[in-house]
């Protein structure tokens, strides 16, 4: 019987033929007995307009909270809100400290990017998909910063400047560079001053115009940049002999879509480059050298191997 | 009204109407994905708050799949590990109570015991396709929406749905 076919029953999609035949077999009534009882379910009970005041009451608590002006949903008396302020004065003098030693984070949605100034006016540029996070406390003493995803910095002068990964770290002295680790990618590109990477307790001194790559635990061999910033600065993304795989993880994050394949080699090297603005293009930027067909149906992309039908 | 004119969901008459509009089925689903009734609708009523403090940033348009994001990332969070034990209402067996046979709703009432035991064990996605389908009465391509997949995977979760089910209260 063709896919899914209990799916389409339901949905009144068989034809007679498949109907009639699909009521000849001995499950049929075990179906039909639980789409019987299945209708006479209720769902847990839902007032929107209980839930709505419900949640205004949480705003307005918030709201009294960070004091955002122009967000306010005002419900409450002037009463209670008099015992509010009091309460809140209490917890700015306790929580006064306490949010001074909480890290910093600054992350980025898929299909978004953004620029971060640091306390030394180092400038941080993130990709889409990404997290950077750092102590502003401790920065004076030690500029470290976590990072998940993808970053361009642009390191003022001063002390050590160093960006942990979960798969390596790099050191700097006043520079541009470049760093991204994915899973199991992991590649850094200095574009000015020198750089040090130690990735599986090996160093690595990068020059300005160099890259160092790893993919899977691996080291691998690649030329330097072609530019003085990275791609994605100028909204593409170009990669020069990359498995196909993480091309079009980069495409799910920079187009926020879901990619599926069928019957596609993943570890296919690819080279080239795609716009980050135009799906359409990039669509075909990525699917043309890599003899591959796709389909585009709204928030989902399927890449098919050009043989296969 | 009409909120596509507007670029974001910082008016309250926009904010009200998407929650009004959305809340309930994004309640219902995720209730029906981890059976919990109190903590659905928390991460509800959070990821909601979330969407008025990041107002500027999302579109009428993507506010129900920003909330339901949200809402399941939540929920995903707090409580990976725990087991599903859902009750369901099932009030339509005692509306029929004058027509039938004590023997009969008896049977039913069992039936309906091995039905809500089989939908326990089944699969988070596949339990919330289904029942969004069956009780809530949604389209394929509304919970695809929802979901972030393509409706031929919805109609797969259906249809191994359905198959469980059977496979589970036939005892195979």
């Known amino acids: 019987m063709k896919e899914n076919y209990l799916a389409k029953w339901l949905n009144n999609e068989l034809s007679e033929a498949e109907l009639a035949a699909f009521k000849e077999t001995a ?16 769902g847990p009970a839902y007032d929107p307009a209980a839930a709505y005041n419900d949640l205004k009451a949480k705003l307005t608590d918030r709201n009294s909270e960070n ?10 008396p002037l009463r209670k809100l008099m015992a509010i302020a009091a309460a809140i004065v209490l917890m700015i003098a306790v929580s006064f400290w306490f949010v001074n030693s909480q890290d910093e984070t600054v992350s980025t949605l898929y299909a978004q990017s953004t620029t971060h100034t640091l306390p030394d006016a180092s400038e941080i540029i993130l990709n889409a998909g990404s997290e950077i996070t750092y102590s502003k406390k401790k920065w004076n003493k030690e500029r470290v910063v976590s990072l998940e995803g993808e970053a361009f910095f642009k ?12 798969l390596g770290e790099v050191w700097v002295l006043g520079t541009q560079f470049n760093v991204e680790q994915r899973g199991d990618y992991f590649e850094v590109t200095c574009y000015e001053g020198l750089v040090r990477v130690n990735f599986a307790r090996v160093e690595k001194e990068l020059p300005a115009g160099s890259s160092f790559l790893a993919i899977n635990g691996k080291v691998i061999p690649v030329e330097g940049p072609n530019a003085d910033v990275p791609s994605w600065l100028n909204q593409e993304s170009s990669f020069k002999s990359i498995p196909l795989k993480y091309v079009l993880e980069e495409f799910e994050r920079q187009f926020d879509i879901e990619v599926e394949t069928r019957g596609v080699d993943l570890n296919q090297l690819f080279t080239g480059t795609f716009s980050n603005t135009n799906k359409e293009l990039a669509l075909q930027s990525i699917s043309s050298p890599s003899r591959l067909t796709y389909d585009l149906d709204g928030e989902n992309v399927i890449f098919y191997a050009e043989e296969t039908p | 009204m009409n909120i596509e004119n507007h670029d974001n969901v910082c ?8 929650f009004n509009a959305h809340s309930k089925a994004i309640f219902r689903s995720i209730f029906y994905k981890y059976g919990n009734e109190e903590k659905a609708y928390d991460v509800v009523q959070e990821a909601f708050v ?14 129900k799949s920003y909330v339901y994001t949200i809402a399941n990332n939540n929920y995903l969070n707090v409580l990976k590990a725990e087991k599903v034990r859902m009750k369901y209402n099932n009030s339509g067996l005692e509306k029929d109570r004058t027509q039938e046979s004590p023997e009969y709703l008896l049977e039913e009432k069992e039936f309906q015991q091995k039905l809500d ?30 979901e972030g997949v393509s409706v031929k995977a919805i109609e797969k ?12 209260i036939d005892g195979i």
């Open chain 1, 27 to 42: 499950e049929y009534a075990s179906y039909q007995r639980i789409i019987e009882a299945s209708a006479r379910m209720e």
């Open chain 1, 67 to 76: 004091k955002k002006a122009g967000k306010v949903i005002q419900m409450r």
């Open chain 1, 155 to 166: 390191v003022a002068k001063g002390e050590k400047f160093s960006v942990d990964t979960d």
């Open chain 2, 11 to 18: 008016q309250e008459e926009v904010f009200s109407f998407l």
């Open chain 2, 50 to 63: 979330k969407l008025w403090e990041h107002c500027t940033k999302v579109t009428p348009e993507k506010a």
């Open chain 2, 117 to 146: 035991n089989a939908l326990n064990n089944l699969p988070e996605n596949q339990r919330q396709t289904f029942l969004m389908n069956r009780v809530e009465g949604k389209k394929y391509a509304e919970i695809a929406d929802l």
């Open chain 2, 157 to 168: 979760r259906m249809h191994l749905a359905l198959k469980t089910l059977r496979e589970t």
